[in-house]
């Protein structure tokens, strides 16, 4: 007799995740990770937390509340602390959703989001893109119900880059009701220049509500650590998502790295300023291969493949050693989402692509 799971197993998707961890000299461009390794100090401090390793991490992530607190001026009983943010959002349906509730994204978008529903047997309503690859945050308003918990809306978008200025956002959060909260996963907003990245915590004082969601993994260069954060409107988010995980989400040497990294905002403006001078050079040559692009906020880019087989465009960007993102596998087929790397690596990608499309 085979071993019987719950139904929850079927309907859970398979993560898209991408290849390439057991190659060398690849460009990997493929999961929006940094180019760059840790900043100065964090290795230090990452050394230092192993040298304790037999005991467990704070499971109160005191520490690194603090020091984030100390970075927004914000309340450390209202940020939350997770391994990467993708363990908040699961907390968060885990927290907020059942079956009979609801929750509303746009498609295509992040691909953790489909697993908020399936794991808890709530309804998830997917709001189609608008024509420029943003979110059509009106159709979205349209869909709230009172069966409606959970709303996400990821700005910048994974996976198309584009992002709304924090006007619309203002717009957006005036017309939910209060008793549906509003998750906005900013796990790229040090990327945008339509706002300061900052801005948006002015909106957590008068939207009780609201959620911003926010990550080391990227800008940072700690995606091997997993840590992620959450800036919350009402303390009771952050208890919630702690509630239904086991103790010790976060490891010790995460949490020391990411305190180190927060000290280094000089070392983070720089990064932050090469990543979008690569990103608008390398969204010129695509266009210049004659693809279309959206306008990317964030560390990575949306584009066509023009009319050539997405498979066999990857498979020869792969003979190549150039690794890029599936449009099939994130939500559009005859598109891919490629990371921006180093000046040398986009170079490497666009001389590649050019004998492909």
């Known amino acids: 007799m085979a071993i019987e799971f719950t139904d929850k197993i079927r309907r859970l998707p398979v993560y898209p995740t991408?290849?390439?961890?057991?190659?060398?000299?690849?460009?990997?461009?493929?999961?929006?990770?940094?180019p760059f390794g840790p900043m100065p100090g964090v290795v230090e401090a990452a050394a230092?937390?192993?040298?304790?390793?037999n005991r467990y991490p704070d499971p109160s992530n005191m520490r690194l509340r603090r020091a984030l607190a100390?970075?927004?001026?914000?309340?450390?009983?209202?940020?939350?602390?997770?391994?990467?943010?993708?363990?908040?959002?699961?907390?968060?349906?885990?927290?907020?959703?059942?079956?009979?509730?609801?929750?509303?994204?746009a498609w295509p978008s992040f691909?953790?989001?489909?697993?908020?529903?399936?794991?808890?047997?709530?309804?998830?309503?997917?709001?189609?893109?608008?024509?420029?690859?943003?979110?059509?945050?009106?159709?979205?308003?349209?869909?709230i119900t009172a069966a409606t918990r959970l709303v996400i809306v990821c700005n910048p978008n994974n996976p198309t880059g584009t992002a709304h200025p924090l006007a619309a956002v203002e717009r957006f959060m005036?017309?939910?009701?209060?008793?549906?909260?509003?998750?906005?996963?900013?796990?790229?907003?040090?990327?945008?220049?339509?706002?300061?990245p900052d801005a948006s915590l002015a909106l957590l004082k008068r939207h009780a509500n609201l959620v911003l969601l926010r990550t080391f993994?990227?800008?940072?260069?700690?995606?091997g650590l997993r840590v992620g954060y959450a800036l919350c409107g009402d303390e009771r988010f952050r208890v919630a998502v702690e509630q239904v995980r086991q103790p010790f989400f976060c490891n010790s040497v995460a949490q020391a790295a990411a305190e180190a990294a927060l000290l280094r905002q000089d070392e983070l403006t720089r990064r932050i300023e090469e990543t979008v001078a690569n990103r608008l050079a390398l969204e010129e040559g695509l266009r210049e291969l004659g693809l279309d692009v959206a306008e990317s906020q964030s560390n990575f880019i949306w584009h066509s493949l023009g009319d050539g087989d997405e498979q066999e465009i990857l498979a020869g960007l792969?003979?190549?050693?150039?690794?890029?993102?599936?449009?099939?596998?994130?939500g559009r087929e005859g598109w891919a989402r490629t990371t921006v790397g180093t000046s040398a690596e986009n170079r490497r990608f666009l001389d590649a692509l050019r004998e492909l499309v």
């Open 217 to 223: 993994s990227k800008v940072y260069g700690l995606a």
């Open 48 to 53: 230092g937390a192993v040298a304790t390793a």
């Open 111 to 143: 691909s953790v989001y489909p697993h908020m529903a399936a794991a808890t047997g709530a309804t998830a309503i997917r709001v189609p893109l608008d024509a420029e690859h943003r979110h059509d945050l009106d159709a979205m308003l349209a869909e």
């Open 70 to 105: 100390a970075r927004y001026d914000y309340d450390p009983m209202k940020i939350a602390i997770g391994a990467g943010s993708c363990d908040i959002l699961l907390s968060a349906a885990e927290a907020l959703l059942e079956p009979g509730a609801e929750v509303v994204y």
């Open 174 to 196: 005036a017309e939910v009701p209060r008793h549906v909260c509003v998750i906005l996963d900013e796990a790229y907003c040090e990327f945008s220049t339509l706002d300061d």
């Open 318 to 330: 792969r003979d190549r050693k150039v690794l890029i993102r599936s449009g099939r596998a994130l």
């Open 18 to 34: 991408a290849g390439g961890y057991a190659l060398d000299g690849f460009a990997m461009l493929a999961s929006n990770e940094a």
